[in-house]
């Protein structure tokens, strides 16, 4: 016996949420409490090869993870580009609804495709009426993610802010076959229109209106927050302010904790971070501000980083930029210049930067046989020789560390301290520097 698939047939824009820390998404179904279970979907195209995919899949598993849906297969084509009405060719689409049908079948019913891009309001209304399931793209499941993680109400408000903004262009589109199959044409009355304004186009307009009205005052909101948040920061005093900034899940929180007497929330999950955190630090007889702010991460929505516009002050105003980078990861390097692209994005390209590669402990390399004369990869790079590569490439502005470990934790105050120094006779001239004794609070 078939079960009825509709069910779990729930469209993420059939009820608009108008309410505070509204989500779009919801993963936690309310009858049932096992987690619920993903398909994953990517392209291969010529600027994505198939070793690509697969990383960026696997951080999309990451993310589904840690929004608490469990990953039971994926599907990956081969395409020039995505379509631009069904995102994938319509065979695979058919050979994913199949699958679909089949686990049901089975009964083991899938809750989710989950695709790798973002999808347009047209692909997703194509995809979700040949899947029948609720769909998702890699931006809804970061800001259901965000939803879940906001604390302040500075970070609601910029989540609500940036799922309004996704939802917005995908609600008009939404809409738009109503009308035509109303065959009104609200606002100028086209043939036949007198009584066959379809509901659907006044919906729309009530819903847009609601949604701009919410937006505007949110936007107000943020901007009262943003003007405390001003008038705290020049109050700070004379302090040089040094940000930990890089990719998720990188251990800028767990450095945090260790290099003040904070004690952030780190985990290994993805954007365990979103309000930013402040501390005093001293080393030494040299106070300084450090900041521990959210992480980035690949096809960051830009609206996103708009919407987070407040909370990354911190780290547009800093002094000196600590990108911290988990060497342990394979794509490392990658996310490098993922977070050097959002810096360059936020106007941070010309602030000192030195990069601190964390996880050292957990370095993994291949070591190849003598008589290997394949070329060596990536995986057959030891750590020696991998830092001296970087030492060299970044002029010595680097540091490799594992905050776990605490390996090399004194070294990297000493270099830290010598450095907020230099900016602080740089920042501040005149200033009492250096503290005789600088009593801690
Ligand atoms: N093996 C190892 N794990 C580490 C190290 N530093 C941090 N971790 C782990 O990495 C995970 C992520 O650490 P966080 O400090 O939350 O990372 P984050 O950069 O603040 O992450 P977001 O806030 O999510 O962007 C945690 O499970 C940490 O225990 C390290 O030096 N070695
Ligand atoms: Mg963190």
């Avoid at 060497?327 to 990069?355: A, N, R, W, Y």
């Avoid at 001296?388 to 970044?394: L, P, S, V």
């Avoid at 934790?409 to 600088?438: A, C, G, M, S, W």
């Amino acid at each position: 016996m078939k079960t009825s698939r509709s069910k779990h047939y729930n469209s993420s824009r059939s009820s608009l949420p108008f309410e505070d820390g509204m989500t779009s998404v919801k993963f936690h179904n309310e009858i049932e409490t096992r987690p619920e279970r993903a398909v994953l979907v990517g392209l291969i195209t010529p600027q994505q090869d198939e070793r690509k995919t697969n990383e960026y899949l696997d951080e999309l598993e990451f993310l589904a993870e840690t929004a608490g849906a469990e990953t039971v297969k994926r599907f990956t084509q081969r395409a020039g580009g995505p379509h631009s009405v069904t995102y994938l060719g319509t065979g695979k689409l058919k050979e994913i609804r199949q699958y679909i049908e089949d686990e049901e079948d089975a009964e083991r019913d899938i809750d989710m495709v989950i695709f790798d891009d973002e999808l347009s309001a047209k692909q997703l209304r194509n995809i979700e009426a040949e899947l029948k399931v609720k769909i998702l793209d890699r931006t809804s499941l970061i800001l259901d993610i965000f939803a879940m993680r906001a604390q302040t109400a500075n970070a609601k408000t910029q989540v609500e802010l940036a799922q309004y903004r996704y939802m917005l262009p995908r609600l008009q589109r939404l809409w738009t076959h109503l009308e035509r199959q109303g065959g009104g044409s609200g606002g100028g009355g086209g043939k036949g229109s007198v009584g066959l304004r379809g509901p659907g186009e006044t919906q729309l307009e009530m819903d847009r209106r609601i949604i701009l009205n919410r937006m505007s005052l949110l936007k107000q909101r943020l901007a009262d927050i943003d003007r405390q948040k001003t008038t705290q920061r020049s109050n700070r005093g004379r302090m040089v302010r040094v940000a930990l900034v890089g990719y998720t899940n990188v251990g800028k929180s767990t450095l945090m904790n260790l290099l003040s007497k904070s004690e952030v929330f780190a985990e290994n999950k993805l954007f365990a971070t979103l309000d930013t955190t402040v501390r005093k630090v001293i080393i030494d007889n040299l106070p300084f501000l450090l900041s521990d702010t959210v992480g980035f991460i690949r096809k960051l929505p830009h609206d996103l980083v708009d919407s987070f516009k407040s909370t990354l002050d911190e780290v547009r105003e800093a002094d000196l930029l600590v990108h911290v980078v988990d060497i342990s990861h394979p794509d490392f390097e990658d996310q490098i210049k993922v977070v050097e692209k959002t810096l360059s994005d936020l106007g941070c390209s010309e602030t000192p930067t030195m990069l601190l590669f964390n996880k050292l402990d957990a370095y993994r390399w291949v070591e190849k046989d003598a008589d290997d004369l394949t070329p060596a990869t990536k995986e057959n790079i030891s750590l020696d020789e991998l830092m001296k590569t970087w030492m060299a490439r970044m002029n010595g502005d680097c540091f490799f560390i594992s905050a776990t470990e605490r390996t090399n934790i004194d070294e990297l105050k000493t270099l830290l301290y010598n450095k907020v120094r230099e900016l602080h006779v740089q920042k501040y001239p005149y200033n009492d520097f250096l503290f005789q004794h600088y009593d801690e609070e």
